[in-house]
């Protein structure tokens, strides 16, 4: 399949950013993900957030593992830094390139499966070392770049296509994250535009390690009676000589409540999701109370959208670790290697 490139004109009057960019400007390639598919949602989230905050895109380091979200990147922000690891393994990527040059902002962009299977443990380690980022997880609870199979945020209870009853918990990356020490924690829906951006943009702007999940449908496998976060896939074959995937071109689902408020959202499948915006009195600050509040709703079969935790004095890994002021990337050899003078005092320090 191939897909013939944006049109570069651009009209006269189109509106610009205080560097003088557009829209266009932090877009990436066209995407590839099945048409109504909630990660384009987020992307398209992304690129309003960082347009409204006047980021150059190259200051900015997207990073991503395996799986339908990880492809993300490439749908924007084309003149960003970028990186796809291996399957789970994007936060030590990220952590290591953040330790080299933190004059960057980094964007890393996972999956749940990626980030709550294979990279649980990566996960949780670049949450607890505090490293200063945007975390965004696009959960479905699937893995869909392979078929479909259940993740580990996949709710206990819910159906597979052909009937097969998830019999797990259900791995609550928000509550882990709270758990963990990140200082920003938020969940939304990726059709919730007016809520995700502007949680972005405050990520984006909090230093420390923020976490973003982000309910995002799945138009392909999660799309029949039992389900509990996505669409229908339509499955197709012409004759007997092969076998075709189909999607159905839908429409994005969107939401739009006030604070406090719950929402029942109906899928393309006729299920529907139940989502609570937090209270404009809710105190984000307190971590107890956050994670009482997410089981207490969770108990409920809601999910609760929103700012869920914040930490007003936020610190970084760079903090912890005391580095130099210049990233480390720009340092000399004489900076780097002080000489025996510098190792004997240090040494003489340990006795």
């Known amino acids: 399949m191939t897909y013939l490139p944006k049109p570069k004109f651009r009209h006269p009057s189109i509106e610009k950013n205080a560097l003088g960019l557009t829209h266009r400007d932090y877009e990436g390639s066209i995407s590839t993900l099945c048409a109504g598919c909630g990660h384009d ?21 997207k990073l991503s593992g395996i799986g339908c ?45 990626d980030s709550a299977s294979i990279g649980f443990g990566q996960f ?9 980022m945007v975390y965004i997880v696009a959960n479905n609870g699937v893995y869909g770049l392979t078929k479909g199979q259940f993740s580990a945020t996949s709710d206990k209870g819910a159906k597979l296509k052909k009937g097969a009853v998830n019999t797990d918990d259900a791995i609550d990356l928000v509550t882990m994250a ?24 405050a990520a984006i702007d909090h230093k420390g390690p923020a976490f973003i999940d982000c309910i995002s449908p799945c138009v392909a496998f999660n799309n029949h009676d039992g389900s509990t976060k996505s669409f229908d896939y339509v ?31 109906k899928l393309h499948d006729g299920t529907s999701i139940l989502l609570r915006k937090m209270n404009a009195d809710y105190d984000i600050h307190d971590r107890v109370a956050a994670i009482n509040y997410l089981m207490k709703h969770d108990v409920a079969g809601e999910i609760p959208t929103g700012l869920v ?23 000399s050899d004489a900076d780097l290697v002080p000489g025996s003078a510098a190792l004997a005092k240090i040494n003489a320090s340990l006795r």
């Open 41 to 61: 949602s987020i992307s398209s989230a992304i690129m309003h957030a960082c347009f409204e905050l006047d980021l150059p895109p190259h200051r900015i380091a």
């Open 69 to 113: 979200s990880s492809k993300t990147p490439t749908y924007f922000l084309g003149n960003a830094h970028g990186f796809n690891s291996v399957h789970g393994r994007m936060p030590s990527v990220l952590t290591g390139a953040n330790l080299a040059n933190k004059d960057l902002i980094y964007l890393g962009v996972s999956g749940d499966g």
């Open 124 to 132: 949780a380690h670049s949450i607890r070392r505090g490293v200063n």
């Open 178 to 201: 709270i758990h963990l020490g990140a200082t920003f924690v938020a969940r939304s829906f990726s059709g919730d535009k007016k809520q995700l951006v502007p949680l972005i943009k």
């Open 235 to 265: 499955r197709a074959h012409n004759e007997a000589v092969n076998a075709l995937d189909f999607i159905t071109e839908r429409a994005p689902i969107t939401a739009d409540y006030d604070p406090g408020q719950t929402q029942q959202v």
């Open 309 to 331: 935790y914040l930490e007003d004095e936020p610190g970084d890994m760079h903090d912890r670790l005391n580095t130099v002021d210049r990233p480390l990337n720009e340092l």
